[in-house]
């Protein structure tokens, strides 16, 4: 009985190296690799090992046999993604060998490789498979920098809180907090308590991983309106995060529109409609707001149609199983439902097909969830505090709170370079232009894109660029090889 991957799939990639007969694809350095939403058993392949079940660090492999409930779907989510691909030589009498060339993991140090010092800033996913890779293939001694007292990042604060085993992913990075090649220096903010050249004259290098942290705005009136929420605001909000109060999200009125039709409005959609009782981790302050919450309705709103949604197939299929709330898709235009019936049967809008629409829809008992496509906000409308939002066409959705989940761009740096066009730090595969020894990974490096397992791939081009320039002697001005420069370096640090 073949194995399957399921939904909270964070694509980090270390089943792929499990897998005695290279099965599980896309694989880093394949085309689809960070590009889909999650890593594929191929069932003509598997040899029912589980060698990938007991190496994925968020549990989310599982014997096809043992899905059950929503997970079931899972067996042919996984066989879908192979029906177009050719079948693999396994079937052709070799049992360990698969069409697909493998997957390496290479790392080779110059014998003289210097023991460096080295920086990195934040502690989310991008963050720790830097950390992992150099303690794992060098012999650096590592800081981690954190302007939170509590490390995570966005395993921690961004993760929606019900997706347990997601979040599981941040006991494998905590393991490395206590490695003893590894310091801790939290509550510590670049550009507050130390400057981007304090840290090049303390470190032989310096990596920073701070993330996407703010949320794109609309560019419409009204937007100054108290009630008009960013998604990292609400986010951060039911993960209490410490800079959020428990009040920061206003639930008096009956009605919550979310702009957007990505994962994380999904993830808000769900925790704001869902019932209390049904939902598990989230922060005591918001639990309290949720518990007396006036809303009956969140109103996602998509400015395309259902086949551009950028929600992945498990997040949608997550909402849709739930049985504590109702999903409706509006149908006020045709072009509604000609979309969603011209999907594939592999696309993710095709799940749409057996969701009632709202003109059919009776008065829930529950509440509910609204998908509405084709739905492009002109103007969030109030006087003194949001009211609603104004479409193009004049259709006017009323609602308390707005929320725009629409994507999110990097903040600057102050001291590094930075292009506002996309919010990213300017590089060549991780080295930030103009600065030796100053390097980027995760969305700071690239741009607001893929989940977290992506970050691993990207971390490995950055970790291999900082291991070049060690090599060429290029790091630190012999930081690393001067004893009275790295102590005093260490006393900085306490």
Known sequence: MPFAITQSC???????????????????????????????????????CGACAEVCPVDAVFPVENLVGPLREYAEVNAEYYADREAPAALAGSPLFHAW????????????????????????PAAMYAVEDLLLHTTAHVTIIDRLREPGGLVRFGVAPDHASTKQIGAHFARYHSHHRVRMRLGVEVGRDVTVEELGRQYDAVIYAVGAAESRDLGIPGED???????????????????????????????????????????????????PAALAGV????????QRSAVREVVLLGRRG???????????????????LEVVVDDHSSQVTEAIGAAGPTETASLLRDVPVLSSAVEPSRRRVVLRFFATPEEI?????????????????????????????????PGLPFDASSGTVPHVEGRVQDRPGT???????????????????????????????????????????????????RLTRR
């Open 381 to 413: 409308v109030g006087s003194d505090h949001v009211a609603g939002v104004r479409l193009v066409g004049g259709d006017v959705i009323e609602a308390g709170t707005v929320i725009r989940a629409i994507g999110h761009r990097g903040r600057a740096v």
């Open 225 to 275: 309106l108290p009630g008009n929420l960013a998604s990292t605001t609400v986010v951060h909000w039911y993960n209490g995060h410490p800079g959020i109060p428990g009040s920061a999200v206003d639930l008096s009125a009956p009605r919550v529109v979310v702009v957007g039709t990505g994962n994380v409005s999904l993830d808000i959609a769900r925790v704001l409609a869902a019932d």
């Open 283 to 290: 922060a005591p302050g918001a639990l309290d707001a949720l």
């Open 439 to 489: 390097y980027v990974v995760g969305w700071i490096k690239r741009g607001a894109s893929g989940g977290i397992g992506a970050n691993r791939a990207d971390a490995a081009e950055t970790v291999a660029s900082l291991i070049a320039d060690g090599g060429a002697g290029v790091l630190g001005e012999g930081a690393s090889r001067n004893p009275v420069r790295r102590a005093l370096g």
């Open 10 to 48: 964070c694509v980090d990639a270390s089943c792929v190296t499990a897998c005695p007969v290279n099965c599980i694809h896309p694989a880093p350095g394949e085309p689809d690799f960070g590009s889909t939403d999650m890593l594929y058993v191929d069932p003509r392949a598997c040899i029912d």
């Open 101 to 124: 060339d493998p997957v390496r993991f290479d790392r080779v140090l110059p014998a003289d490789f210097p023991r460096l010092e080295v920086a990195v800033v934040g502690s989310g």
């Open 306 to 324: 259902p086949r551009e949604a950028a929600w992945t197939r498990g997040e949608l299929l997550g909402l849709l199983r739930r049985d504590d």
